[in-house]
């Protein structure tokens, strides 16, 4: 192991003190240290960080902004231990990383994202179930994909209508309180991933048709290939993702009256049901 990596050890061991880490941002940096110890550098350059933060090619330049970010922060940091490390400017690689700001979703799109997902074909018939599930609660409560695919069954108080998320971006646990409709949701998929599932691998809330945690990336792909049938997203090539509305745009829709029917998920009519404060329907 390299000095740099011993440095990255003891980065990302800060960071998680501080409650910061991501699981891209640290493997993007593995991979970067990695890139570095490969030229054979001794400390990290600006040229370096350069060369990385310009891969793949073919990115689009905010996702090159967004590297050289995450690698000139760790740059930075490293500086006060070894004098030799050049910090980038941030304006290396042609822009400043600026965040995109978040898409403001309709009631109408969110209602046919939820639909589509749910008309998912699969060999058990869970796929659908699952992915509207886990859309239609991100668009109620405001959590992160995250937080939601890291629920497990007994973070999930069905009776007491609340959630227990123990993984926040920043360490810390909270509860989030959930409405009469959102609960009636939740627990007739229960009822339907123990119906069609016999065994699992994972106390995970959100299964897999192998009976696994549902992944991240998994879940955005789902969400891209979702978004693109009701025509959010243009159509790509090559198994892209392409540009447009993201998954984690969902959790600023949150508060949306829409609710399961016979059908799927619809969008509540005013008066039909009444959100208490401080809950959210679903």
Request: glycine share 6%; charged share 25%; net charge positive.
């Amino acid at each position: 192991m390299s000095d740099l990596s011993d440095a990255l050890v003891q980065y990302l061991a800060i960071r998680h003190t501080l409650g910061r880490v991501d699981r891209l941002v640290s493997s993007l940096l593995h991979h970067f240290v990695a890139f570095v110890d490969e030229t054979g550098s001794p400390f990290i350059t600006t040229d370096v960080v350069r060369q990385w933060a310009l891969q793949p090619t073919g990115a689009h330049p905010s996702t090159w902004a967004g590297r050289l970010v995450i690698a000139r922060r760790f740059a930075v940091w490293r500086r006060a231990s070894d004098p030799r490390t050049e910090v980038p400017p941030a304006d290396l690689v042609g822009q400043r990383y600026r965040r995109k700001p978040p898409q403001r979703y309709r009631d109408q799109e969110i209602v046919a994202l939820i639909q589509s997902a749910a008309a998912l074909p699969s060999a058990t018939h869970l796929r659908g179930r699952t992915y509207a599930t886990l859309f239609g609660l991100l668009a109620v409560t405001g959590l992160r994909i995250n937080e939601a695919l890291h629920l497990d069954r007994s973070d999930v108080d069905l009776a007491a209508g609340v959630l227990v998320i123990r993984r926040t971006k920043f360490g810390k646990s909270r509860l989030v309180p959930i409405h009469v409709t959102t609960q009636e949701a939740l627990r007739a998929y229960n009822q339907e991933r123990d119906r069609r599932l016999t065994t699992w691998t994972t106390p995970a809330f959100f299964l897999s048709e192998r009976g696994t945690r549902i992944t991240e990336w998994s879940a955005r792909y789902t969400f891209a290939v979702v978004s693109r049938t009701v025509g959010l997203r243009p159509p790509t090539r090559d198994g892209r993702h392409g540009h447009g509305p993201r998954i984690q745009d969902l959790r600023h829709s949150s508060g949306r009256r829409i609710i399961p029917s016979s059908a799927g998920w619809t969008q509540e009519s005013p008066g039909d049901r009444a959100i208490a404060d401080g809950s959210l329907a679903a």
